[in-house]
């Protein structure tokens, strides 16, 4: 009788065990959209650890152009207005981290992106670009908000 008692206590603690794991596993990892409302809404708390500090106005303005290369790391550009500058950045455990800061830019070649994401991507991850503006076939197309876009916002065409 208690060695059932037993058993069942014991199968609901595993149940209850692994209902945790695989809920913090899979699900704690926002979506793209939850994870650009987050880089948007946190912007000025994201900027202060970053790499590079911003010029004359001491803020960095929203980023422009977003870039996942995995469920939770992301290229992301942003300027103060006078330089431009990439970063990528970590979303995890409700927070943002730099990774790796790169410089004064605002794309990088083929063959450079290609390498990053060699080292930082995931080859099962499909990429997605989000940006405020670009231009297709000689026009420039402005949105009001970071909207996904099929082209590769970093890498610059030649």
Request: charged letters at 15%; aromatic letters at 16%; glycine letters at 6%.
């Amino acid at each position: 009788m208690y060695q059932k008692i037993l058993t069942v206590i014991l199968v609901i603690c595993v149940i209850t065990i692994g209902y945790f794991v695989y809920t913090k596993t899979f699900v704690s990892v926002p979506s793209e959209s939850q994870i650009l409302s987050r880089v948007l809404s946190n912007w000025k708390q994201i900027q202060i650890q970053l790499t590079p500090k911003a010029g004359e106005s001491g803020t960095f303005n929203q980023p422009t152009k977003i870039q996942f290369i995995t469920r939770d790391i992301f290229f992301v550009y942003y300027d103060d207005g006078l330089v431009d500058h990439i970063s990528l950045l970590k979303y995890a455990n409700g927070s943002f981290m730099e990774i790796q800061y790169f410089g004064v830019m605002s794309t990088f070649s083929e063959q450079s992106w290609k390498s990053l994401i060699g080292i930082y991507g995931n080859d099962s991850y499909h990429i997605s670009n989000y940006t405020t503006g670009i231009s297709r076939n000689g026009t420039y197309i402005d949105f009001k908000s970071l909207t996904k876009v099929p082209e590769n916002v970093f890498v610059h065409s030649n």
